[in-house]
C-alpha cells in the first residue's frame, strides 16, 4: 500500500526542521484503522468555565525577546538563555531527567512545567518553586498551546476515530483539567493561532475508510478525501473553513503531485508552501501562496521562489518573517514581507543557522554542531548575519564552556 503523501510530507518536515518547531502530537495507536468524517457535530464534552485568551504557541511563548527559556531534558533543567549577557543560567533542576512533557510554559510572572502528574510553578522573581497535583492528563500529556494562564492539549490522528480526540485546558492556578468542544472531526494537525481560534487541518470523507487490510480500497477512498483547514474557536467550539485541496494532494497527467504545506500567519494572512513531486524527477520547485485568514484573496508571493526541498520557517514577534531555504549549497533566507532574497552562507551544514529572534535585533544561531547532539550557539545582528557574517558572540554555558543543548 502506498503511504499517503501527507504522512510523507509531516515526516520529511519532522526531521528537516530546527529545533524551534513545535513537537508533533503523540503516534497512532499500532495498526489502527481510518475513520472518516461526516458533517461536523458538536462534542458533548463539558464547556469550559474559563474564557480562552490570546492562544501562543508554547515555543513561540518561550522566546520573549530578552531570554528564551527551555528545558533541557538531557539535564533535567529549565534554563534561561539571557540575549544581554549572552549566557545561560539554569532556575531549576529536576530530579530525574526526561519527566517534563512539554517546553517551559513562560507567564509574565513565572515559568511552568508540566510532568505525568505534576504541575510545577518556578517563579521568575526567583522565589521557592512550588507544586500541584495533576491528575488524568489524556493523550500524550503534551501542551503545545498556552493562554495567559491555561495550557492546551489539542491532539488526534486520521487513523484514529473522532472520539480518539485530546482537546483540553490545564487551569496554571489551580492544575484543574477541563474539556473543551472541539466538534467531532478526523483532526490531522494544529498549525497557529488567532486570538481564541487554532487552525486544524482536518480528514473529510463521505464514507468509513477502509483498514490497512484493504490496501486497494484505502487508497481509493484516500484518493476521494478532502484536507481541509478551518478555525476553531475554543469558546463557541464553530469551526470556520479556510482553504481545502485533494487530500492527497493534486494529480496531474504526468503524475506529478502538488501539496500544501503550512508555513505559517503574518499580519492578516497566511502562508503556504506548494511541494511538488514526480515519482520519476523527485522534488521539483514549488511556489508559496498566501490568503486572507478567511481563505480569501489568494497571493502567489512571486519575491520567493520555491524549495526543492522544505522551507524552514521562522516567526518574529508571533509573526513569520522568514523562510530559510538550507537545501542546497546555498543558504538563502526569504523576507516574508518584502519578498527579499538573501543568499547568506555555504548551504548544507549547521553552522550559522538561524534558530530565533532576539527583541534587539539580533539572530541566535547555530555557532557549531557536535556528533553527540550538544551544539555551541552564537548571537549576531540581523543585518550582520544576511550579509554573510560569522563574527557572532558565543553564548557561555553555566560551566563556562560554549557547549549548549537548545
Known sequence: MKVPLPVVLALALALGLSACTPAASSAPDPAPTPTSETPVETATAEETTAVVGNLQSIMQRRNTGEACYTYQAMQGEIQKLDYASASVETLYRFGEPGTVYSDVIVEPDALYAVTADTLYKVPLDGGEATTLPLQNLPGSRTPNWCDER??????????????????????LETGAITDLPLPHIVLDGVFAADGSRLLLRRCVTEQPLPSFEEQEALDAALQNATSEYDWWDLNTGELEKVVEEPYEGTVDEQGTISKMLFLGKAEDRLYFEIVVYNPDKGNLPGQVVSYRLDGSDQKIEAGIPGSVGYFAPMERDGKLYWLVDNNSDRMHVYDVATGTDYDVRPGLQSEGYPVTFTGDGRVLVVAKRYEKGTEDYGLISIDDFLAGSSNWTPVKSPEGGTVIVF
Not at 150 to 171: H, K
Open 150 to 171: 491555561g495550557a492546551y492539549i489539542i491532539e488526534g490522528s486520521p487513523f484514529n476515530p473522532p472520539e480518539q480526540n485530546v482537546a483540553c485546558r490545564i487551569d
